[in-house]
T-cell receptor
Framework: DTAVSQTPKYLVTQMGNDKSIKCEQN?????MYWYKQDSKKFLKIMFS???????INETVPNRFSPKSPDKAHLNLHINSLELGDSAVYFC?????????????FGPGTRLTVL | KQEVTQIPAALSVPEGENLVLNCSFT??????LQWFRQDPGKGLTSLLL?????REQTSGRLNASLDKSSGRSTLYIAASQPGDSATYLC??????????FGKGTRLSVIA
């Protein structure tokens, strides 16, 4: 019954590696998001996809590449991981892209880069 | 540039108390404001969404108010319970930018 799910929940890796985080929502929403919550607890949007198309890219380094195979999935691939990438990454979804609707968040993926 | 501030950063209260969490934002031209709850190891749960035309929203023991002109919102929790312990975040949508979040207030309700 999980509405927005993410895998893995924890990810520990070495600098320079490439890793992916997967997100799936079963709410039938058109829009999905990736957020990053850093060590200071600031939560900031990274990307937003609407019906598999990128609509928001908040000046995220191009080492981060989101991919949406269908509107229920939004995966995040990170190349050449750096120490500063350590954070909790949250996926979210909403019915529409205008931020006028409630957003539903996944449980988060805690990424630690050593 | 919209900035969201939440005070206090942490709050500890005995069970049963009523309490108020504060959120302020610098640009009053907002479309809506949301209050979220974040539990450790879990995602954010949306509690209340207030549109710019509304002054308050209620859900159970929670009441959120919005004063756009002064750039403030409050989340009132009545008869607090230990299960209310969590971090509470507010986020605003201003139209030009995606949701901007505050850093949250960490609430501990002591039994």
């Amino acid at each position: 019954d999980t509405a927005v799910s993410q895998t893995p929940k924890y990810l520990v890796t070495q600098m320079g590696n490439d890793k992916s985080i997967k997100c799936e929502q079963n709410l039938g929403h058109d829009t999905m998001y990736w957020y990053k919550q850093d060590s200071k607890k600031f939560l900031k949007i990274m990307f937003s996809y609407n019906n598999k198309e990128l609509i928001i890219n908040e000046t995220v380094p191009n080492r981060f590449s989101p991919k949406s195979p269908d509107k229920a999935h939004l995966n995040l691939h990170i190349n050449s991981l750096e120490l500063g990438d350590s954070a909790v990454y949250f996926c979210a979804s909403s019915p529409r892209p205008e931020f006028t609707d409630t957003q539903y968040f996944g449980p988060g993926t805690r990424l630690t880069v050593l | 540039k919209q900035e969201v501030t939440q005070i206090p950063a942490a709050l500890s209260v005995p069970e049963g108390e009523n309490l108020v969490l504060n959120c302020s934002f610098t640009d009053s031209a907002i479309y809506n404001l949301q209050w979220f709850r974040q539990d450790p190891g879990k995602g954010l749960t949306s509690l209340l969404l207030i549109q710019s035309s509304q002054r308050e929203q209620t859900s159970g023991r929670l009441n959120a108010s919005l004063d756009k002109s002064s750039g403030r919102s409050t989340l009132y929790i009545a008869a607090s319970q230990p299960g209310d312990s969590a971090t509470y975040l507010c986020a605003v949508f201003s139209g030009n930018t995606p949701l901007v979040f505050g850093k949250g207030t960490r609430l501990s309700v002591i039994a």
